[in-house]
């Protein structure tokens, strides 16, 4: 008897009336206990510590890579590999490829078939007869099931790859009432590579392995290059999807020799701009384009990102990260790839699955500790990236005459955000030390050293005089400490490069803007930087507290409506759907508003006259979106309407890009005494980051003086 066409038929018809979860069931149910006493735990591990598992017959080839990596991942755990056993605690079937026997020894384990045995890319992980079970629909559900053993092992998919060792255990085991079900609630999810570096044998096997550990099955094509790159082989044996031009290429059944070819209607290319390296995108912003369906680009209205199919499931859909080295992006793809299997991944924001995968890769302890540097981090380079410190229309706009030198305190947040870094460095292991560098370290310092090599630079040019700058200790002394940047950065990346024996020296792009040599107004020998430094600006002396510089300016973050903080409280409908987004723009948590919601805010000014009222949103990252207007009422006066979108790729949108915030201003004539300010959005996608009222409506500042 065909078990496997009874089955399929009996999971067609029991689809339809199923009112249970088909996506991540993580949960601790209650079952019936059998007639054998159930075990409260179900142990991996034998009593020499080493994990043993059964597999059926009959496997494909990236099942049999799944299972050597989660060897090596077992040795990394327990100090041994794990191996097959027959009448092992843990038991792999690939539904696909059983025989008629497999096939009834899995059905008799009352596993809930019908859910998943038609879906492509899904398993289940769960406990039956003191055994921990493993099925996988297909071939790649089966090898990403192996890889979710090694995650709740404490291997996670980044690990290896930023040369950490994950936390050692003498036994592994698993609760008996906990079960896993996951189904992808996107099919094709995968990566475009930019760079060429990625485009050899070594490297593609990187990817390809990288790819099965974050459960993304699709390599997109960027524009049908890099055709030739494509290792036929790698992409075979891991079961890699090829899409070009909306058409996806995968290999069918069971000795996959037949190929398949799929046309996506919808495709969310993320970070598809040259304003947005997924690296140094914005944990919050990322999250903004995951979740908006209005970010999609449909094959009937090719790169249209306003517009998409009236009939659209997610299935349907392809999420592509365009990127060019996942190094430097690992907690975005990781964000991305979780996203794309269950839309509730992230059960909170993306501030908690910060603290959550940190603690899953140093530890909770250590996790806890490091998770406030990188907010810090990702809230002091939303106020300038790296990238984008050296810019093509001049310089940058932080201002030393402004807030007792708005540009030496910005830097002096980055030499605190480094001093902590450095004082947690020195308390760890000497097994994560590299992985610190490589996730904390490195992206903190290289933005601190590339925001001092270029902001320095910029105030030595500002300083000095025409033909008088080796007279002017004060430019001279800038210069140096900007050079000493530079040369810091570069012994940075010198590091980097010889970590795990050189394997990534070749991706460490020393050849990038914003690693090159400052520009001085002169040159300064080697042997004086060091004793011109001395007449530098000192931070940690120099300042007065940013209060005793405001008392003529009044600017708030968005989150502080109302009276107080994190307590919205907007009239109507429209409260409950207004959002806080943690790690997104100058304040680090942006309000998005939708269409007709209002936020509303009271301050006291001792000044009177003239001020000039500048609103802060997060710039519009839909191409084609008309309109995105909000309407600004102080004390309930007629509303100034500000129209925040700017045209796409021009050079005012460019510079919002830069800048992390796009900005309107309008004047208004206020009196002494309390005052009130109602903004509302007059569309979607509005997110409200800062507001400001200066009475000094000729001030030029860059950083909105907010008390931190």
Known sequence: MNYKKIIIGAALTLACFSCLPVNALTSNRSKKTEAQAVAPKVYWTDSNGRVTY????????????????????????????????????????????????????????????????????????????????????????????????????????????????????????????????????????????NGSQWMNTKNYSRIARLMLRLKCNTLWKVDGMHDAAYNKAVVDSFDICLADNYKVTELTGKKHKKKRRKTIENVKM?????????????????????????????????????????????????????????????????????????????????????????????????????????????????????????????????????????????????????AKAAAIERTLPAGQKDGFFEIVKYPIFSAALIAEKELEAQEARHIARPGLFYKDDEAKAAAAVSLNAYNTLKQLNAYYARIGKGKWANFINVKSSEMQAPQLPGTLRANEIKSLMADAFNRNTDFLALSSYTNDIIAKNAYEWQKGYNAPQSQGKDAERIRLIPLLGHSNKAVKLPKGATLNYTFYSR??????????????????????????????????VCQMKEIFNSKEWKFDHWRGQSLKNFYVTLSSGNHTIEIKALDDNVIIDQWVVDFDVDREYYVFPVSR
């Open 54 to 193: 059964s597999i059926n017959a009959t496997t494909a080839p990236v099942v049999k890579i799944a299972l050597r990596e989660f060897a090596n991942d077992m040795k990394a755990v327990t100090g041994l590999e794990a191996r097959e056993k027959s009448n092992a605690p843990i038991q792999i079937y690939q539904l696909d490829l059983l025989s008629n026997k497999e096939f009834s020894a899995v059905e008799k384990l009352k596993i809930p078939l019908h859910q998943f045995i038609t879906a492509k890319d899904a398993f289940y992980i769960g406990v039956r007869k003191n055994r921990l079970i493993v099925v996988g629909s297909n071939a790649r559900g089966t090898a990403y099931a192996i890889m979710q053993l090694s995650q709740l092992a404490g291997v996670t998919p980044f690990m290896a790859w930023h040369d950490l060792q994950p936390q050692p255990h003498s036994s592994i085991s698993t609760p008996s009432k906990q079960e896993w079900l996951e189904i992808p609630r996107i099919e094709f999810r995968g990566l475009a590579l």
């Open 270 to 418: 993320v970070c598809d701009n040259n304003q947005m390296e997924m690296g140094q995108t914005a944990p919050g912003l990322l999250l903004e384009m995951l979740n908006n369906r209005d970010y999609l680009e449909t094959k009937s209205g090719h790169r249209d990102k306003s517009h998409r199919s009236t009939v659209h499931n997610d299935e349907d859909c392809a999420w592509i990260a365009n990127i060019s080295n996942p190094l430097t992006a690992s907690l975005q793809l990781s964000m991305m790839m979780e996203l794309a299997w269950d839309k509730n991944a992230l059960t909170r924001d993306c501030k908690s699955y910060l603290d959550n995968w940190l603690s899953n890769l140093f530890g909770a302890a250590t996790g806890k500790k490091i998770a406030p540097l990188m907010e810090e981090y990702y809230r002091l380079t939303s106020i300038r990236q790296p990238a984008y410190m050296i810019m093509p229309y001049g310089d940058t706009e932080f201002h030393s005459g402004e807030f007792g030198n708005e540009l030496e305190r910005h830097l002096y947040y980055f030499d605190q955000l480094k």
């Open 607 to 640: 000044n009177g006259g003239d001020a000039r009222f500048t609103l802060a949103v997060i710039p519009c990252y839909l191409e084609n979106v008309k309109n995105m207007r909000v309407s600004v009422s102080i004390d309930r006066a007629e509303p100034v």
